[in-house]
């Protein structure tokens, strides 16, 4: 992926004279905005390994050695509350996972 460079004063400048300063405005905003999407998407992706790393360790603690050692009591709501932070962690993925989508997706013309 290209990374078009910032446009300088220079660039502004002469664009003006030119009788294009609104061309030089929208690029910028435009630049402003891939900078602005750039950061989101990385916010997101690091935010969707965080969750599935979570998740992954919630697999581990579920049906791990240890979780065998539980009387059926304990077994039962240790279950229970690890099915229901392993729920909200799959929503939360499923709703990032949805952005992402939906952020990558080409505008339609």
């Known amino acids: 992926m290209a990374v ?3 446009l300088s004063a220079e660039d502004i400048t002469s664009l ?5 300063g609104h061309i030089g405005a929208k690029v910028r905003a ?5 900078a602005h999407d750039r950061h989101e998407i990385k916010w997101r992706d690091a935010k969707i390994e965080k969750l599935t790393f979570e998740m992954a360790q919630l697999r581990r603690v579920k ?3 240890k979780s065998e050692q539980l009387d059926a009591e304990q077994k039962a709501l240790f279950d229970e509350a690890v099915d229901a932070d392993l729920a909200a ?21």
């Open 89 to 109: 962690l799959e929503a939360q993925l499923a709703e990032l996972m949805a952005a992402k989508r939906k952020d990558t997706e080409p505008a339609a013309a």
């Open 4 to 6: 078009a460079a910032p």
């Open 63 to 65: 049906f791990g050695k």
């Open 16 to 20: 003006e004279a030119a009788g294009l």
């Open 30 to 34: 435009l630049l402003d905005r891939q």
